[in-house]
Structures are given as structure tokens and as C-alpha cells.
């Protein structure tokens, strides 16, 4: 009887070992799997965006993207950012002319937020 229950009991132990075992290694890699994904495919802020618009960037180009400053271009007209997303994030980081760089001074998370904002203009 102890004999007869145990050995099904045993049997079923050693068959589940290695699901058991494999189950805390796949919850870690499942856990950075999505995490990786949470990561890279955060969408950006627009919101967050308008925020640090209003507080970097809209002293010269305007609230609205209509520059304040004469030299700044028209940042609400359609043509004014044609160039992707890492270009534009290039740009802002390293800054021309009368353009200050933003690199040190907003994350590049924080001026994609920007750029989602300014894509709104239009
Ligand atoms: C001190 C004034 C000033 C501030 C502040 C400023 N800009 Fe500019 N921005 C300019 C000027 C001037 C230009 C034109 C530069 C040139 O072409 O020589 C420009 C150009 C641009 C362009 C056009 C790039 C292209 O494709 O030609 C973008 C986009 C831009 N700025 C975004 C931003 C963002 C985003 C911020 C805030 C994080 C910001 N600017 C803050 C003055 C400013």
C-alpha cells in the first residue's frame, strides 16, 4: 500500500523536476523579456513634452511654434520637421547657430517627448 502510493507519488516528483526547476529561470526571462520591451518600446510623451516645450524650447519658437524669435523657423508649419526623429534629436542635442544645444540639459527621452509634442502642432 505505502510502496504503491509512493512510487506514483515519486514518479510524478522526478517528471515535474524539471518544469519545477525550469519554471523559476523562464519567470526571470520572461520578467526581462518584458521588461526589454517595456523599455524600448515606450511610446513617447506628448504630454510630458508640451511641458518641457513650454519651459526650453517656446521662449524662441513660440508657444504654438510660431517663433518669437525672428531667426527661429516656424516649427507648426508643415514642412518644418520633415527630418525623422533622430535626426531632429541630433539636431537639438548638438544645437546651430542661435540654437543652444540641449545635449546635458534634457535626456534624449525628454526631447523625444518634445519632438512627439511639436508633431501635434501641425
Ligand atoms: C535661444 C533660442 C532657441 C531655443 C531656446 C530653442 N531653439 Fe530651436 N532653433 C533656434 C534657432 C535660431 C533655430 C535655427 C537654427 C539654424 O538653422 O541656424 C532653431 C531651429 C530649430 C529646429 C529646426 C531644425 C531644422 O530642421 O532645421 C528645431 C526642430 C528646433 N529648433 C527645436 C527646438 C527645441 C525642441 C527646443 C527646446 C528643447 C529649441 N529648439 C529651443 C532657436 C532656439
Known amino acids: 500500500m505505502i510502496t504503491r502510493r509512493a512510487v506514483p507519488g515519486a514518479v510524478l516528483r522526478s517528471a515535474l523536476r524539471p518544469a519545477l526547476q525550469g519554471a523559476p529561470g523562464c519567470a526571470r526571462g520572461l520578467a526581462l523579456a518584458l521588461g526589454l520591451l517595456c523599455t524600448t518600446s515606450h511610446a513617447a ?11 526650453h524650447c517656446a521662449g524662441c519658437h513660440g508657444a ?15 514642412m518644418a520637421l520633415m527630418r ?6 541630433a539636431f537639438v542635442k548638438g ?27 501641425r
Open 84 to 89: 525623422g526623429d533622430l535626426a531632429l534629436l
Open 64 to 78: 504654438d511654434g510660431r517663433p518669437v524669435l525672428p531667426a527661429a523657423p516656424d516649427l507648426s508649419r508643415p
Open 45 to 55: 510623451d506628448a504630454g510630458n513634452g508640451a511641458r518641457l516645450y513650454r519651459q
Open 95 to 121: 544645437g546651430r547657430g542661435a540654437m543652444p544645444a540641449f545635449a546635458g540639459v534634457l535626456k534624449d527621452r525628454e526631447v523625444l517627448d518634445v519632438l512627439a509634442h511639436l508633431r501635434t502642432l
